[in-house]
């Protein structure tokens, strides 16, 4: 049987820069192949590969965040910040409409859910009939999920174009009436009742249990203050925050009806210390630790994310700014709901195959000092990598908008420092946790 002499080894060739970006079919080979094996390519040198399939972000911003009751927006619906943010970002990335095919928008408060003045909204800001729009609430992760769930949509080929959105009107719908009356079969069972346990009072018994002290909250409080005011001052917030123009406001004293602008998140306190904290009551516990100084204020706000995947921005000239890589969302204790960030930023960096220390920035939910602490001790994070322009202690938390201005922020600052690779999360009432790996480009 005679055999085929073996040919000679090939050459290597030095890579050139025509062989640094591997051609659009390779890369998809390159993108099925990982999916299919059961070892996927692990690391940041996987994660920062660019391929046709990959969701990306190629806009989003947010309004101003005002306080609730007292600030520039405590007489602006939640639809109207909505269309505000809408109409800011078909002018920012000069999309199509008619090629956005649907729109999730996180929000806690509102009757119904907002799913009607929602839709409402997108009409008014120029979507055409054709744009769907749906509302979803997980809390204070809703901003997110709605971002994820349009990521997703994008993923499984039902849609091209999404836009992930979150706002709330704390000022207009915050009160006893956002919690319904338990039944008595929900009273009955224990871990269902604890679901109703105010999450001030569960965060003192936390922070006591796991002994995180009063100095220790006041000091991260004061810190996210500091690092609020320092960024307005710089400027760092003008890649994300759109001023909205027009806004009625009724001088509470007067009662006269003003026209303003608000340019600003007007719940930063300039100068304040962690001994200018250490004056403030307690507010759910005698002799407790928490209090209106260390933990996310009661805010209003809106924020918007344009995703659609690689190929089709590209098709369309729109200019990438980041790309979705991955979520996860999980379960915790009732009673432990602040520890959330713990249990679900692990799981989110297992999927997108990177560790701790590889990511650049963390914008972690300051839902109170006291969790936020714990959650990044136990996490072994360097405090300068979470939220370095401030948080919501220091600029507000509208519930169902902060996971979507969190990838405005960390897009914003993974750009204005050259960095890359970001997490967003925060711990969720009930008992949850949620977060997302992030690339910039």
Known sequence: MSSRPSSPPLPLLPLSPSHTNPPPAQS????????????????????????????????????PFTKGGKGGFKDTHASDLLHHAFKSLLSSSAIDPNLVEDIAVGSVLPPGGGATEFRAAALVAGFPATTAVKALNRQCSSGLQACVDIANAI??????????????????????GAVSEFSELLEGYGPAAECKVPMGVLSEDMARDRGVGREVQDEFAAKSFQKAEKAWKEGKFQGEVVPMKGVKWVDPKSGEEKIITVDRDDGVRPG?????????????????????????????????????????????????????????????????????????????????????????????????????????KELGIPEEKVNPNGGAIAFGHPLGCTGARQVATLMNELGRTGKRVGVTSMCVGTGMGMAALWVKE
């Not at 999916?35 to 972000?57: A, E, M, N, Q």
């Not at 993923?155 to 006893?176: D, H, N, R, T």
């Not at 701790?356 to 006291?370: G, K, L, T």
């Open 155 to 176: 993923k499984a080929g039902m849609i091209e174009v999404g836009v992930g959105a979150g706002v709330e009107s704390m000022s207009l719908q915050y009160g006893p």
């Open 28 to 63: 998809r080979l390159t993108s099925i192949s990982s999916h299919l094996s059961p070892y996927p390519p692990r690391g940041i040198s996987t994660l920062i590969t660019k391929s046709p399939d990959d969701v990306v972000i190629t806009s989003c911003l947010r309004t």
């Open 272 to 376: 304040m210390t962690a001994e200018g904290l250490g004056k403030i009551k307690p507010a759910f516990a005698k002799g407790g630790s928490i209090h209106a100084g260390n933990a996310s204020q009661v805010s209003d706000g809106a924020a918007a994310v344009l995703l659609m995947k690689r190929s089709t921005a590209e098709r369309l000239g729109q200019k990438i700014v980041g790309k979705f890589v991955c979520a996860s969302v999980v379960g915790v204790e009732p009673l432990l709901m602040g520890i959330g960030p713990w249990k679900a930023i692990p799981v989110c960096l297992e999927k997108g195959g990177i560790k701790i220390e590889e990511v650049d920035i963390y914008e972690i939910n300051e839902a109170f000092a006291s969790q936020c602490v714990w959650c990044i």
